[in-house]
């Protein structure tokens, strides 16, 4: 069984009307979160608008979040950086906020050769005592971690996962091949879940869970269960939902979304910006199947 669960989402940070991170809402949500399907939650992340926090905003959100949820869903807090220094003591303070783990990105811009990475991951999983979950995503960050070098990573005692984003599922497939069988290799893009896992990854790191957090663990659920063809029924009507979630870049739509079901989410930081009138339609008509049901559970 997966160290966090088949369904992590990468929450959202709440804002407030002046820009300030809500940690009041943030505590609500990601308590709500855990109720509905999420077995474990990536602070800070990418979709929780990560290059615009501070690390003092960081270190504050990971202390709310833990007491939160105990119990309920795993806290893993996104620590990495395209400066290993800086993560490796980013991690160390999110330690001693009592999370569960920490998500390292591959370090962008700079873009370091395979043998870099590994010294890098190395280096941030030396300092901490818990597990590290490796972020793969090539599209934002310019560097791709092979399948070669993770797997040279999977060997160090708490570097237990990665979060795969790199959309090629040869790669994925060959991947999952050379780690070993506890090495938790988790979908980072929705539409991949159930392919995923069906060459043996073990759930998915989620945006769309914000909204169908429950359904996209039953979807989990049944394929570990071996019901796959209700896993599929799921998986196909998930699809619409994470279309309009992706439209624009993450996590504009999604934070649009949570607004029109109560939660006080705020506008994205600059440079992101809000949806344009035709952009909220789209995604009000693709949000419609699940608007009664979530206003009922907020």
């Known amino acids: 069984m997966a160290r966090f669960g088949p369904v992590v989402t990468a929450m959202i940070t709440p804002m407030r009307e002046d ?119 090539p599209g934002r960050t310019a560097v791709n971690i092979l399948p070669e070098t993770l797997a040279t990573l999977s060997d160090h005692p708490r570097i237990a996962g990665v979060k795969e984003s790199s959309g090629d599922l040869m790669q994925i497939g060959e991947l999952i091949t050379k780690v070993p069988k506890d090495f938790d290799v988790y979908s980072g893009d929705d539409h991949l879940t159930l392919p995923i896992m069906a060459i043996g990854g073990c759930g998915i790191v989620s945006v769309a869970s914000h909204v169908a957090g429950d359904e996209i663990r039953a979807m989990c659920d049944s394929y570990a269960d071996g019901d796959v ?24 739509p999604v934070k649009a979304a949570m607004q029109r079901f109560g939660f006080e989410t705020g506008r994205c930081r600059p440079p992101l910006c809000a949806l344009t009138k035709d952009q909220e339609r789209a995604l009000d008509r693709a949000l419609e199947p699940w608007l009664t049901r979530m206003r009922t559970a907020v």
């Not at 939650?41 to 270190?59: F, Q, R």
């Not at 063809?229 to 504009?252: E, G, N, W, Y």
């Open 19 to 137: 820009g300030g991170v809500d940690f009041v809402e943030a505590r609500r949500l990601a308590s709500w979160l855990a109720d509905h399907g999420s077995t474990g939650l990536v602070l800070a992340g990418t979709t929780g608008e990560s290059p615009t926090l501070t690390d003092a905003e960081k270190i504050k959100l990971f202390e709310e979040i833990v007491p939160a949820v105990r119990g309920r869903a795993k806290v893993i807090a996104n620590t990495g950086g395209n400066d290993t220094h800086h993560s490796v003591e980013l991690s160390k303070r999110a330690q001693a906020c009592g999370v569960d783990a920490v998500l390292a990105v591959g370090p962008y811009y700079n873009k370091p050769p395979q043998a870099g990475l590994i010294e890098h991951f190395s280096a941030i999983a030396d300092a901490v005592d818990i597990p590290v979950m490796i972020y793969n995503i």
């Open 229 to 252: 063809a209700r896993a599929a029924d799921v998986h196909q009507a998930l699809l619409p939902l994470i279309k309009a979630l992706f439209a624009v870049t993450s996590p504009i």
